[in-house]
């Protein structure tokens, strides 16, 4: 019973979050839908500024892990 109470938590807190960030979205007025900007910098992605940060936080993600269930197995 915890383990579907976690997952129907997560799934709640995943929606609720991926609605927040939605609905942010507000593209300049000179583009059409589907369009990140226009002029110089069209290929340019929302999330292209921070795409490092997010590669290191997951490597560093996935360290702790491993070494979390390596030192499990052990004990």
Excluded: H, R
């Excluded at 979050?17 to 110089?40: H, N, S, Y």
């Excluded at 290191?56 to 052990?74: R, W």
Aim: charged share 15%; no cysteine; hydrophobic share 50%.
């Amino acid at each position: 019973m915890n383990k579907i109470k976690n997952f129907v938590f997560a799934f709640i807190a995943v929606v609720l979050v991926q609605f927040a960030a939605l609905a942010q979205i507000d593209p300049p007025a000179d583009t059409g839908p589907g369009e990140f900007g226009g002029g110089d910098n069209a290929t340019d992605a929302p999330i292209d500024s921070f795409v490092w940060l997010l590669l290191v936080v997951g490597l560093v993600y996935v360290f702790y892990k491993y070494s979390s269930l390596k030192s499990k197995k052990v004990s």
